[in-house]
């Protein structure tokens, strides 16, 4: 569509065309129902069939075994970082958080209300810009906390932390779920908000482990428990029902275009383009480690406040949006989701060869 520009907003994101057009004839009448998607009982037949068809999906994308749950839950993945120490982690207990951003930053605020927060590895030395090597666990965590994609600084991690046996791994993956192959059997839970890279905002996708749903706290509203979630397939009270039903073709988009493998290679060959161009470019450098660098956030800066603004102003000319990067590192941040097209990564690179050629030091 010509009207539509390239946009490299951080959250929430761009969305695959054509599951934006499903949205635009199911909004209207889902199916022959003669009724929106939007307009559905929650517990009648034609919005039940999405939901359990959404789940199924889902399940077969990530090959998530018969013994986790699927939840979608609301307020946000932030609401899950107060309600993961209120199920699991007792007053004189201890919790491990990986300190690798903003968000772990607050998910450790927020624990830090429920029980003892061992910050197992932090890489706030260097403002964030690389993942440690190192972990050092506690003796006896509850659970282990990680960030897997660090959306401000354009961090991410190449494969998950191994806690100690028996501590279950809990993920905030927000921002990069679902961009590659997971091993589910390796986590406790994964929990993302589905506005970077699952679909609209609105929801969040909670995948749990059933024998932590029944180790949750039962001592708590019952909004606030896994359990009640688990028990009522996520439709204990109104779900938000149009976010769910836009995430399930989000997902029936992913299982058509080759599932997560073939997305992964197809966010490998888009970010590894862009990190190349950076890489040799005399004007423009990466601000993340190399080792570190993320795949969905990829951070750069001329080095010159003055020439980082207008180069955000040059690819606005060029029909593309969202370039500004986060303010605590500054410059540009493209966030080339799941859904982002190759096109707009080539588009950017074009751009940044104009603008280095007009600019050189
Ligand atoms: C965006 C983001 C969040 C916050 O999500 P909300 O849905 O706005 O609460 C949390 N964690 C990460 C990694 C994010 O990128």
């Not at 889902?58 to 699927?70: H, Q």
């Not at 996708?205 to 509203?221: A, M, N, Q, T, Y």
Request: net charge neutral.
């Amino acid at each position: 569509m010509s009207d539509r520009i390239f946009n490299f907003s951080a959250g929430p994101a761009v969305m695959p065309e054509e599951v934006l057009k499903q949205c635009q004839e199911d909004m209207w009448s889902l199916g022959k129902t003669g009724i929106g998607v939007m307009e559905h009982s929650h517990r009648g037949k034609a919005f039940s069939a999405v939901l359990l068809q959404t789940i199924a999906d889902c399940r077969a994308l990530a090959k998530i075994p018969d013994d986790y749950d699927i939840l979608f839950l609301t307020g946000g993945a932030s609401s899950q970082f107060f309600m993961i120490p209120m199920n699991f982690l007792g007053k004189d207990q201890t919790a491990d958080y990986l300190m690798t951003g903003a968000w772990s930053k607050k998910a450790i605020g927020d624990a830090k209300r429920y029980g003892n927060v061992h910050v197992a590895c932090s890489s706030e030395d260097k403002n964030c810009s690389y993942i440690p090597a190192e972990v050092t666990w506690s003796k006896s965590a509850v659970y282990g906390h990680f960030t897997s994609n660090n959306t401000i600084f354009g961090t991410q991690f190449k494969t998950e932390p191994t806690p100690p046996a028996g501590v279950p791994l809990i993920c905030d993956a927000s921002s990069d779920i679902f961009s590659r192959p997971i091993d589910v059997t390796k986590y406790g839970m994964i929990y993302a908000g589905s506005q970077k890279n699952l679909g609209p905002a609105g929801v969040t996708l909670v995948i749990i482990r059933k024998d932590l749903v029944e180790r949750g706290s039962k001592d708590l509203p019952v909004m606030l428990q896994y359990r009640t979630h688990a028990k009522e397939d996520s439709c204990y009270n109104t779900p938000p029902s149009f976010p769910i039903y836009a995430v399930g073709q989000v997902f029936k988009w992913l299982l058509k275009n080759g599932g997560l493998e073939g997305i992964a290679a197809k966010n490998e060959a888009k970010a590894g383009k862009l990190y190349d161009y950076l890489d040799q470019s005399s004007l423009f450098k990466a601000t993340a480690a190399g080792d570190s660098r993320s795949l969905m956030n990829v951070t750069f800066v001329t080095g010159d406040e003055k020439l980082d603004e207008q180069f955000i102003a040059f690819t606005k000319e060029r029909k593309m949006d969202g370039l500004k990067g986060h303010r605590s590192v500054g410059g540009m941040r493209a966030s080339i989701y799941n859904a982002f097209p190759e096109a707009g990564v080539d588009a950017l690179i074009a751009a940044m060869k104009e603008f280095e050629s007009q600019n050189r030091k």
